[in-house]
Nanobody, 125 residues
């Protein structure tokens, strides 16, 4: 089974930038989605962004669209989340995940079956 390792979290000031990485131990199937989710204390886990290993489609939550960019490096089996113009509301544990998730459910956490350990992002105001 593929394993996911996340990195890049840390402390940043509001307005700053951070890039998260999610390295897969092996290439997942071409039609698998790679997603980023986040969970703040006392809140439900929410969708952030998603991408596939092929094609040009990307997906974003309304709350991050225009500020965050998801990308991939197929040669490194790695997916990135570039986060710009960070806000205090972005503070959360960020998780990457993968699974056989199709278009209609790509934003739903329960559709993913492999998860990384999570990385903490804290944005100070």
């Amino acid at each position: 089974q593929v394993q996911l390792v996340e990195s890049g979290g840390g402390l940043v000031q509001a307005g700053g930038s951070l890039r998260l990485s999610c390295a897969a131990s092996e290439r997942t199937f071409t039609n698998y989605a790679m997603g980023w989710f986040r969970q703040a204390p006392g809140k439900e886990r929410e969708f952030v962004a998603a991408i596939r290993w092929t094609g040009a489609n990307t997906y974003y939550a309304d709350s991050v669209r225009g500020r965050f960019t998801i990308s991939r490096d197929n040669a490194k089996n790695t997916v990135y989340l570039q986060m710009n113009s960070l806000k205090s509301e972005d503070t959360a544990v960020y998780y990457c995940a993968t699974g056989l998730v199709y278009r209609l459910t790509i934003t739903i956490a329960t559709g993913y079956d492999v998860w990384g350990q999570g990385t903490q992002v804290t944005v100070s105001s």
